[in-house]
C-alpha cells in the first residue's frame, strides 16, 4: 500500500506535496444504496474512484466486507505509484459521534448502534482515520471547493430521502457539544405533525424530504383521478417512482394538488431555515441532495419566503444557491474531511 519513496522526498515547506501522498474518501449512505470509495491527490481531486450499491444492509459484516473489497481495489500499487495514503475519510448517512470517532446509528441497517467505525478503520488500514455524518463532509466540501467558496459562516442542507444539515465557521464543522448540531430534519416546525423518521411529529424531514414529499403527493393524489392519471402519465403507470422534480412540473403545470403540496413544503421549509437564519446569521444557505436538484423552481421561491420572514438586517446579505458538487457532495466531503489539518 505504501512505498517508502514518497515520505522520504525532501521538502522545503511545511506543507505536503500533491505528488507524496493520498487521502481515501468513504461514502456510507444510510439507505444502503450507495457505498463509495475515492482515492484523492492532496489537493482534493479524485482520481479513482468506486461505487458499489447494495438494496438493503443485513449486518455490519455485510458493509465492511464489501468496503474491504472496494479499498483493495482502489489502493492498488498501480494507482498509488509513489505515494502512500496519508489518512482516510468517512461520511456516514447517519448521526455520528465526531469527537469519539462512532456511528450513532444507521436508521435503515442493523447492528451500527455505536459502532467505532473510526478506530476499526484505522486499525484495518493501519492509517488515521476521520469520521462524521454526510451532510457536515458536504458542507464543508460545498465550502472548501463548491458554491460556497470563501463563506464565514454558511449553512448547508441536505434535502434527499431525509433531511441533514452542516454549519460551516471559518472553514471549521460546527458540532455543538454532542455532534448533533445541524441535524435540522429534526426541527419542530408543525404541531400535530407527520411522523418522523426519529418517532416524533411534525419535523421537517417528515414534511419536506424527498420521501415525505413524494409520499404525501401520492397518498393525495388517490382522491384526484385527474392527479392521479397526470401521475400515471409522467411514470409510466409506476406511481410510485415519481421525483420531486415531476411533482414540481405537475404544480408548474397548474396541477391543484401538486401546487398546494409544494405550497406547503416551501411554507414549512422557510419556517425553518427563517429561524436558523435569526440563530446563526449565515451568508450562505447551500441547498443539496436530489430535491435541490429541482434548481430555481425551489429555490426562487424560497428567496422570496425568507426575505419576507427574516430582519431584513438577518436577510439582505443572505444568499440561498444550489449545491455545486451534487450527488458527489458526501464522497468530496469524505475527501475534504481525510485533508482537514494534514
Ligand atoms: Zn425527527
Redesign the pocket.
Known sequence: MSTERSSQTPRSTGKLLATQGYVVGIEISGSGTRQSVALADLDGNILYQLRRPLEYIPDTTTLLQLLEAMLGEVLDPEHLRDGRVLRVGVAVGGPVDASQGIVRTLYHAHGWDNFPLQDYLAERLNVPCIIDNNANAAALAEVLYGAGIGERVALYVGLGRGIGGGLIVNGRIYHGVTSTAGEI??LLVMQNGPK???G?YG?L??IASAQAIVRTMIGRAVEHPATLAAIHRLTEGRAERITVGQIFQLATEGDEVARCLIDEVLTYLAFALANIVHLVNPGMIILGGSVALVGEPLIAPLRERLRALCLPAASQHLRIVQGKLGPQASLVGAVTLALQDL
Do not use: V
Open positions: 430534519g429534526h418522523c423518521s426519529c416524533g419535523h424531514e417528515a
